[in-house]
């Protein structure tokens, strides 16, 4: 082992588990965007190296050179102060936990809730003058004592390592701010005159000379703990699980196979699988992997992958898709690609690429302190240093300096984007839109570009019986119950829609003799003595009636079947995915917005035009496959255009994922639910543009509860470094600026 590691320096993190030039590292220790900002610029200083640090989904996607090790990079992430590794490959028995279960969110929660119930008597007692009673200062002590240092400790811990590495965030600040009211507050408590019995604590809105060693300001810090801890609790639970979008799109696959051995079946996981192995698919099973029909005939539902509202026949000699459901008879397919080579991998790759590759949008809060901690910092010591020179009181100077880190602890800009996001994210929840985390909301307002997916999204999705031609004398009652009786015996969509049709026009449906599923042509039987077929027949053996009726739906994009009876054509009927009710309205709403819709689809042309021109789309882009769609987000995107997508499949989530705002639909595949920024609960189109509305509107107040929290500071700060602010003043301030924080997020209730 020694010796193999002499000769070979490439350590377990650095196998050659990642493509020779490119890798993915797992960040951890960040707690804003400014730290995911130090990360890549310490990463992109290396030669050669290209990173991109998402502080959303903590992972770093790091482009290095032939004589850089992935150790290297670890080693430069450590040294910045955070943890780097590469991701491990998810357990077997994953499930999506919620996001209760999650450790980390678990125990901000129980500092939270701990710190929360010390603070509150402490800001009780300090703030009104009549529960003071004896020795009160000393309960106050005993119950701030644990809330200050163990429910902050994430932020000492945080502004710790940040100092060794010559840095400073919000976390400095918050840190500095409560430890040093905290320290001072001790200072008097057991050398000053704060201590004594019968000590009452009073407001003096300025600071005066030599009243400092009878001031505490405990309350100030258990209640900056406790409020930081609130908006950093509220951030975490709405942040986006990063590999929720792959799980699902994995989790789409077959578990396991029947694999042919010797003349028999046997029952494998699909890990166990490989290039040419011969497995079987029954009807309603889904097909394990990439391949080749070698033996039966069927018709395949692709549409989760393909977008194609019609299920695809196959037969032998045919090539089918992993994931895909087998919706009629029995198959045997010969595997073509396995494991990472297939379909479905390959779009869980596409996904993660542009999850990992979507530009971060940095949020207000941390790029203002970026600037506003070390400027907050050096005021603080400049206010000592002059409190000091120009009066000689030490006690002044002090008092003024934590005036100045206390006026300036940024606790209403730590609240105002997750308090605004959870009044919002409830409103939508009511309303059946789910915004997924702050991010987001920055698009919003900038889309002007809206595509569309056709199947699931405009349509429903179902296929359904439109239009009956009956033949001249023959009834169209008579037509239904002929051909709804037979197709009311077969499995495949089509005939399912047929029979639905019929039973629902013409009444109860005879049952059907002598069933037959004809490959290539449909299927036939005898229904009331006569023998009937419903399926195709070669073009130039209709009446023209008929001929003319099935040429007018394929060019609608409407799929035509025709019913014989005893060897004579008697009638044409056509079957389509239906326009939703509500889609022509919702085109108008989003017209309305100022987006320009764009029908985006995998389906045929003549499908997708005649779907666009019922709900007033002028644009169509069609026939294209998951990889074409994000292409042509792609493509809009290179002409300037801010482009949001909605969509319900999985042939949508990488899409979703591209695009500058993502919104799926909430009845689709839970790939693309996970990939979207928003989620259409109610699967209506119309609430795309409400879900567009209510993020704007919540962007606003978030920007107005930023500016609120930093205007704040910026006009308290030369009032607490003039000496003008009394620190238990400052705290009471900075207590009233996350209360208006909290106050101005609820008028997102009234949203409507």
Same mark, same amino acid.
């Given at each position: 082992?020694?010796?193999?590691?002499?000769?070979?320096?490439?350590?377990?993190?650095?196998?050659?588990?990642?493509?020779?030039?490119?890798?993915?590292?797992?960040?951890?220790?960040?707690?804003?965007?400014?730290?995911?900002?130090?990360?890549?610029?310490?990463?992109?200083?290396?030669?050669?190296?290209?990173?991109?640090?998402?502080?959303?989904?903590?992972?770093?996607?790091?482009?290095?050179?032939?004589? $850089?090790?992935?150790?290297?990079?670890?080693?430069?992430?450590?040294?910045?102060?955070?943890?780097?590794?590469?991701?491990?490959?998810?357990?077997?028995?994953?499930?999506?936990?919620?996001?209760?279960?999650?450790?980390?969110?678990?125990?901000?929660?129980?500092?939270?809730?701990?710190?929360?119930?010390?603070?509150?008597?402490?800001?009780?007692?300090?703030?009104?003058?009549?529960?003071?009673?004896?020795?009160?200062?000393?309960?106050?002590?005993?119950?701030?004592?644990?809330?200050?240092?163990?429910?902050?400790?994430?932020?000492?811990?945080?502004?710790?390592?940040?100092?060794?590495?010559?840095?400073? &965030?919000?976390? $400095?600040?918050?840190?500095?701010?409560?430890?040093?009211?905290?320290?001072?507050?001790?200072?008097?408590?057991?050398?000053?005159?704060?201590?004594?019995?019968?000590?009452?604590?009073?407001?003096?809105? &300025?600071?005066?000379?030599?009243?400092?060693?009878?001031?505490?300001?405990?309350?100030?810090?258990?209640?900056?703990?406790?409020?930081?801890?609130?908006?950093?609790?509220?951030?975490?639970?709405?942040?986006?699980?990063?590999?929720?979008?792959?799980?699902?799109?994995?989790?789409?696959?077959?578990?396991?196979?029947?694999?042919?051995?010797?003349?028999?079946?046997?029952?494998?996981?699909?890990?166990?699988?490989?290039?040419?192995?011969?497995?079987?698919?029954?009807?309603?099973?889904?097909?394990?992997?990439?391949?080749?029909?070698?033996?039966?005939?069927?018709?395949?539902?692709?549409?989760?992958?393909?977008?194609?509202?019609?299920?695809?026949?196959?037969?032998?000699?045919?090539?089918?898709?992993?994931?895909?459901?087998?919706?009629?008879?029995?198959?045997?397919?010969?595997?073509?690609?396995?494991?990472?080579?297939?379909?479905?991998?390959?779009?869980?790759?596409?996904?993660?690429?542009?999850?990992?590759?979507?530009?971060?949008?940095?949020?207000?809060?941390?790029?203002?302190?970026?600037?506003?901690?070390?400027?907050?910092?050096?005021?603080?010591?400049?206010?000592?240093?002059?409190?000091?020179?120009?009066?000689?009181? $030490?006690?002044?100077?002090?008092?003024?300096?934590?005036?100045?880190?206390?006026?300036?602890?940024?606790?209403?800009?730590?609240?105002?984007?997750?308090?605004?996001?959870?009044?919002?994210?409830?409103?939508?929840?009511?309303?059946?839109?789910?915004?997924?985390?702050?991010?987001?909301?920055?698009?919003?307002?900038?889309?002007?570009?809206?595509?569309?997916?056709?199947?699931?999204?405009?349509?429903?999705?179902?296929?359904?019986?439109?239009?009956?031609?009956?033949?001249?004398?023959?009834?169209?009652?008579?037509?239904?119950?002929?051909?709804?009786?037979?197709?009311?015996?077969?499995?495949?969509?089509?005939?399912?829609?047929?029979?639905?049709?019929?039973?629902?026009?013409?009444?109860?449906?005879?049952?059907?003799?002598?069933?037959?599923?004809?490959?290539?042509?449909?299927?036939?039987?005898?229904?009331?003595?006569?023998?009937?077929?419903?399926?195709?027949?070669?073009?130039?053996?209709?009446?023209?009636?008929?001929?003319?009726?099935?040429?007018?739906?394929?060019?609608?994009?409407?799929?035509?079947?025709?019913?014989?009876?005893?060897?004579?054509?008697?009638?044409?009927?056509?079957?389509?995915?239906?326009?939703?009710?509500?889609?022509?309205?919702?085109?108008?709403?989003?017209?309305?917005?100022?987006?320009?819709?764009?029908?985006?689809?995998?389906?045929?042309?003549?499908?997708?035009?005649?779907?666009?021109?019922?709900?007033?789309?002028?644009?169509?882009?069609?026939?294209?496959?998951?990889?074409?769609?994000?292409?042509?987000?792609?493509?809009? @995107?290179?002409?300037?255009?801010?482009?949001?997508?909605?969509?319900?499949?999985?042939?949508?989530?990488?899409?979703?994922?591209?695009?500058?705002?993502?919104?799926?639909?909430?009845?689709?595949?839970?790939?693309?639910?996970?990939?979207?920024?928003?989620?259409?609960?109610?699967?209506?189109?119309?609430?795309?543009?409400?879900?567009?509305?209510?993020?704007?509107? $919540?962007?606003?107040?978030?920007?107005?509860?930023?500016?609120?929290?930093?205007?704040?500071?910026?006009?308290?700060?030369?009032?607490?470094?003039?000496?003008?602010?009394?620190?238990?003043?400052?705290?009471?301030?900075?207590?009233?600026?996350?209360?208006?924080?909290?106050?101005?997020?609820? @008028?997102?209730?009234?949203?409507?």
């Amino acid at each position: 082992m020694t010796t193999a590691a002499a000769r070979t320096p490439v350590t377990e993190t650095s196998a050659p588990s990642v493509p020779a030039s490119e890798v993915e590292l797992v960040i951890g220790g960040m707690t804003c965007a400014s730290c995911a900002a130090r990360v890549e610029k310490k990463l992109n200083r290396m030669d050669g190296v290209t990173a991109t640090v998402n502080y959303a989904t903590e992972k770093a996607k790091v482009t290095y050179p032939a004589g $850089t090790q992935v150790a290297d990079l670890i080693a430069t992430v450590v040294k910045t102060g955070y943890t780097a590794e590469e991701p491990a490959p998810p357990p077997a028995e994953d499930t999506e936990a919620p996001a209760a279960d999650d450790p980390e969110l678990a125990s901000l929660r129980q500092r939270l809730t701990v710190s929360a119930a010390l603070a509150l008597p402490v800001v009780l007692m300090s703030m009104i003058p009549a529960l003071q009673f004896d020795n009160w200062q000393w309960l106050a002590l005993t119950l701030a004592a644990p809330a200050v240092v163990w429910g902050g400790l994430p932020f000492h811990r945080a502004a710790l390592t940040n100092a060794r590495h010559g840095a400073a &965030t919000m976390d $400095t600040l918050v840190s500095v701010g409560t430890l040093a009211a905290f320290g001072w507050s001790l200072w008097a408590l057991f050398f000053g005159d704060a201590g004594m019995t019968g000590m009452r604590d009073g407001f003096t809105f &300025t600071v005066s000379r030599h009243d400092g060693a009878s001031t505490i300001y405990l309350e100030v810090a258990a209640g900056v703990v406790a409020f930081i801890l609130l908006g950093r609790y509220l951030e975490a639970r709405s942040k986006r699980r990063a590999g929720a979008a792959l799980r699902a799109l994995m989790e789409l696959g077959a578990k396991d196979v029947r694999v042919l051995r010797d003349g028999r079946e046997v029952r494998v996981p699909v890990d166990g699988l490989a290039v040419g192995d011969r497995f079987v698919v029954r009807p309603g099973e889904k097909i394990a992997t990439d391949g080749t029909v070698v033996e039966g005939t069927s018709a395949v539902d692709a549409s989760m992958l393909t977008g194609e509202s019609v299920p695809v026949d196959v037969s032998v000699g045919d090539g089918v898709t992993g994931a895909t459901v087998n919706v009629a008879g029995r198959l045997v397919v010969e595997a073509r690609r396995v494991g990472a080579d297939t379909q479905l991998a390959r779009m869980a790759r596409l996904v993660e690429d542009a999850q990992n590759g979507k530009a971060e949008v940095q949020r207000l809060a941390d790029r203002i302190s970026a600037v506003f901690v070390p400027v907050v910092l050096l005021i603080a010591v400049g206010t000592f240093g002059f409190w000091l020179g120009l009066t000689g009181d $030490t006690v002044a100077a002090f008092t003024a300096a934590v005036a100045v880190l206390i006026i300036a602890c940024p606790c209403a800009l730590g609240l105002a984007t997750p308090t605004a996001l959870m009044v919002g994210t409830g409103r939508g929840a009511q309303l059946g839109i789910l915004i997924e985390g702050p991010e987001v909301l920055e698009s919003t307002r900038r889309v002007d570009t809206v595509v569309l997916d056709k199947t699931g999204t405009v349509t429903t999705g179902r296929m359904t019986l439109h239009e009956v031609y009956a033949a001249e004398g023959i009834g169209e009652s008579e037509l239904l119950r002929a051909a709804g009786a037979l197709e009311h015996a077969s499995e495949h969509p089509i005939a399912r829609a047929v029979a639905a049709g019929a039973e629902e026009r013409a009444g109860a449906l005879p049952a059907p003799e002598h069933f037959e599923n004809v490959p290539g042509l449909g299927v036939r039987g005898r229904v009331e003595g006569r023998e009937i077929t419903v399926g195709r027949l070669p073009h130039g053996t209709l009446p023209p009636e008929l001929a003319r009726a099935r040429a007018e739906a394929e060019a609608g994009g409407r799929t035509a079947v025709v019913v014989t009876r005893d060897g004579t054509a008697i009638g044409v009927l056509t079957v389509a995915d239906t326009v939703k009710e509500t889609s022509a309205e919702a085109v108008r709403a989003l017209r309305a917005l100022g987006l320009t819709p764009v029908l985006l689809t995998g389906d045929n042309r003549a499908v997708a035009e005649s779907v666009a021109r019922a709900v007033g789309i002028d644009q169509v882009v069609a026939e294209v496959l998951p990889e074409g769609k994000v292409e042509v987000i792609e493509r809009l @995107r290179g002409e300037g255009r801010t482009v949001a997508m909605v969509g319900d499949g999985v042939n949508d989530a990488a899409a979703l994922a591209t695009a500058d705002l993502g919104l799926a639909m909430g009845t689709g595949t839970d790939a693309a639910i996970e990939a979207g920024d928003l989620t259409l609960v109610r699967g209506d189109l119309r609430v795309a543009a409400d879900a567009i509305r209510l993020s704007r509107r $919540t962007l606003a107040v978030i920007k107005g509860n930023l500016l609120w929290a930093f205007g704040y500071n910026v006009a308290a700060l030369p009032l607490a470094a003039a000496g003008l602010l009394n620190p238990m003043i400052a705290g009471a301030a900075m207590a009233f600026s996350s209360v208006f924080v909290v106050t101005n997020s609820l @008028r997102l209730r009234a949203f409507s």
